[in-house]
């Protein structure tokens, strides 16, 4: 496993232009996109609609709120129905929606343009990437805690690290000179050519704490209180991800999984927080994703296969 700590600014690529398009403005959109705009890098926004734009008018801008100072960001957008090329865009979506999304500003994007896929789970990202054949599209998967406090309104709820590398690590290409903009930003990142370990990683840590929250009701840390489940969980999870040819997001995932309940204990769970706010949960693309590869891989994960069903139900109660 290659992994480049990128303090430095990289060498400077030929784009056509410097702007990053944000498509997506939950919490990790308007995150970015406030970092990234008071860095003095150029942002537009690309809402889905004139209605979503007009609402984000009347709003003011994105609003983010770092410890005790919130600033509002009037940042320039559109709706996706707009024209320009694009060379740089965040999709910041939620994975059920990101097929859809690119497919509003697919003809917009240069040939090279560069995409960076930030959403949960894993299945959506492939999917992208698939119907993009002439991009360079970038897999994240991020540790930074966010929520949303309203609409366009974003809380940054702990510094964390975002991974980065290439959908298609046989092109061998060099890092991405948009890095620099995230050094600018401030925003913590590591390049690194095992995205698909990190992504496995991320996909288990999920599912070992989300779906529980969900089922308990309760915050992160509530989740000590029930030791066995979480352990066993831990251990089909292990085995899962070494039938998928990922021993290195294997090891140490139990170990791992107690760290992030103990230090995300005030918060509450991406999934718990959908679920209270009346969305659409992303569990297709966590649960769903890791019992159709266990199915595919001929991998018994009872444990796995029991919780889906418990969330499924607990998720369609009338």
Known sequence: MREQDLTHEPAAEQLLDRTWHVLGVGSL???WACRLARAGVPVHLLL??????QAYLQAGGLSLTEG???????LPAT??????PITRLLLACKAYDAQAAIASVATRLVPGA?????QNGMGSQQAVARMLPHARCIYASTTEGAYRAGDFQAVFAGQG??????ADPSRNQAPTALLADLVRAGIAHQWTDAIESRLWRKLALNCAINPLTVLHGCRNGALADHPDEVAALCAELARLLRACGQADAADGLHEEVLRVIQATAANYSSMYQDVDQGRRTEVDYLLGYACAAALDRHCEVPGLQTLQA?????????
């Open 68 to 74: 005790a100072q919130t600033h509002v960001h009037l």
């Open 310 to 318: 418990r969330l499924i139900k607990a998720l369609h109660k009338p």
């Open 79 to 84: 709706s996706v129905a707009g024209d320009g």
């Open 161 to 166: 690290l975002t991974w980065l590398g290439d």
């Open 29 to 31: 959109g308007v995150l």
């Open 114 to 118: 560069e995409v960076i896929l930030l």
């Open 48 to 53: 889905r609609d004139a209605a979503r734009l």
